[in-house]
């Protein structure tokens, strides 16, 4: 299922997206000094009703530094790029220089050797000197493998989610429960839904049981209260909408507004994810907070 692969590895990356700064470290890329990374708008469409063109990316980071602030598009491949993606790569890139003013760059992450081959091919733009060449890790390129406890959870799911780690082996079980039983208990839901969602109905079986018995206090009460058997691809929805939420609280307080009580009943209330992209792109650049919410 690359369709729910491929939302759960986006919706990882925006829960910690410090795992990107890892992710570019591996690629050769170093982020600028003292940069943090901030989400951005991924809709990097032209809207001007003349040359209207959609260009939706998985995810867009912001990396404001003390000398200079770059942008970062993150793209997840489980296939090798099509036609297509080699045609809208570019113009992604391209874009996010012009809406924020900055350097911009691609990062795939390739959740396969195959697609990892095909993405690190230079793309032809046709302008002299002009060849795009994204940054790549996963596949053959290799993928960071946990190194201590910061993001240990968010890693732990990563490789899962691109093959790196074989739930077939009760080890790996035992390991991949005993490490993502210390994220926030809603990560930690979710987590469990993507894992189950991924592997074949004997290992889910196989996890269960670890759940239900090794693992019993950490995950059982969650297990029943939760009701994972009532559908995968609702709750990964749910998370990515959750995710989104989130995400514009980080951002607000890290521009420093004060989110008042009538701010956060909107803000949770809003099940739009489009809407809450829309605030996060304007919470990134907006002077006050009620320049955010302007109808």
Known sequence: MPGLQHQAIVQVLRDEPQIIVMLLGR???????????????????????????????DNVFLFPGMFETVAVVVEVQTTRPDHERTLAWPCYVTRARAVHDCKAYILVIATSADASRGSERPIEVGQRHFNLLPHVVGGHRGFPWLGGPFFAAELMILNILIGRLDLSIHEARVLAL??????????????????????????????????????????????????????????????????????????????????????????????????????????????????????
């Open 27 to 57: 690629s050769g890329f170093v982020t600028p000094s003292g940069s943090y990374p901030v989400i951005a708008d991924s809709d990097l469409s032209n809207r001007d009703a003349d040359q209207l063109k959609e260009l939706r990316a």
């Open 178 to 295: 005993a490490t993502i039983q210390w994220a926030p208990r809603d990560r930690r839901l979710r987590y469990l839904r993507y894992m189950r969602a991924f592997v074949s109905d004997d290992i889910r079986l196989a996890l269960e049981e670890l759940m239900e018995t090794l693992f019993k206090d950490p995950y059982l009460d969650s297990l029943i209260e939760e009701g994972l058997e009532q559908g995968i691809e609702q709750g990964i929805e749910q998370g990515i909408g959750q995710g989104e939420v989130r995400a514009l609280l980080a951002v607000l307080a890290a521009r420093g507004f004060a989110v008042r009580k009538p701010t956060q009943a909107l803000i949770s209330a809003c099940s739009d994810p489009d809407q809450l992209e829309r605030w996060i792109s304007r919470a990134a650049t907006a002077t006050t907070i009620d320049e955010v919410f302007a109808a």
